[in-house]
Nanobody
């Protein structure tokens, strides 16, 4: 059974950092791109970052570029999202998702497996 489990969310002050983890099980994730999406209350889900199957290509939403870093450890079947200089507008539920392909996409329809999400709240 394919499963993605996010962890690492929480409450942090503006300017702080968090590292999210996405642990995959039930399949070998190194054949597929993995992305992070987020959804804030009352807003549409948006793509935050994506990493290709072997980590050779990464991309970021303009709103997080320079602050967030995506990485993966295929030996551990885990993808990470290091989030620095967090802002209140980063507050959202963050989801990781596994693509149907090895290369990245920003379209949610290209991702077939999703985690349950982890809440990130940036507030003083």
């Amino acid at each position: 059974q394919v499963q993605l489990v996010e962890s690492g969310g929480g409450l942090v002050q503006p300017g702080g950092s968090l590292r999210l983890s996405c642990a995959a099980s039930g399949f070998t994730s190194d054949g597929y791109a993995i992305a992070w999406f987020r959804q804030a209350p009352g807003k549409e889900r948006e793509a935050v970052s994506c990493i290709s199957s072997r980590g050779g290509t990464v991309n970021y939403a303009n709103s997080v570029k320079g602050r967030f870093t995506i990485s993966r450890d295929n030996a551990k079947n885990t993808v990470y999202l290091q989030m620095n200089s967090l802002k209140p507008e980063d507050t959202a539920v963050y989801y990781c998702a596994s693509s149907r392909r090895w290369y990245c996409s920003v379209s949610a329809v290209d991702f077939g497996s999703w985690g349950q999400g982890t809440q990130v709240t940036v507030s003083s």
